[in-house]
């Protein structure tokens, strides 16, 4: 990997807060996975269409919504334990590493989908405690956040967004 890509790998994930969320196996796996893209600073459409997407993002994307969308209920009443939003985070990371090792996008697409998995780890981070700044249910609706960003910007036939994550 060349210098200059693998600094602009390290600021968007030391920006992004990435490298606490998704310590050990997942991080490496990120690094490793870069593509010659310039980083962007926003998520946004591929020329006002969404962004192509591959079989494993789409499946783990799938895993992600189903494991926090039930939860976000849960959540907002104040019925989720600590343990409880570190097993999700754990689940949500493993849904990530995945996503990560078996990426095919074309550089701009993997690009913009390296802006929602800050955001997911970004939320994992808080669900998992490791960011004082932001309570744990408010990491699980960042992640939900994440997903329904994913569903407005990459191409996948039947998402459904999760509802109300506020």
């Not at 946004?44 to 997407?53: C, D, P, V, Y």
């Amino acid at each position: 990997m060349n210098r200059t890509r693998w600094h602009g790998i390290a600021l968007v994930l030391a920006a992004a807060g990435l490298a606490a969320a998704l310590a050990g196996p997942v991080l490496a796996q990120t690094a490793a996975h870069s593509h010659d893209a310039a980083a962007p600073h926003a998520l946004s459409l591929n020329q006002g269409r969404k962004w192509a997407s591959d079989d494993a993002l789409r499946k783990g994307m799938d895993r992600i919504r189903s494991l926090v969308a039930p939860r976000l209920g849960d959540a907002h009443a104040g019925k989720l334990s600590a343990a409880r939003y570190r097993e999700l985070a754990a689940q949500v990371e493993t849904e990530v590493g995945g996503i990560v090792a078996n990426c095919k996008l074309e550089p701009r697409a993997d690009a913009m989908l390296h802006l929602v998995i800050a955001d997911l780890g970004e939320g994992t981070a808080a669900m998992a405690g490791k960011n004082p700044q932001l309570r744990p249910a408010l990491g699980l609706v960042k992640v939900a956040q994440a997903v329904n960003a994913y569903g407005s910007h990459f191409k996948h036939p039947g998402f459904k967004l999760v509802p109300n994550p506020h």
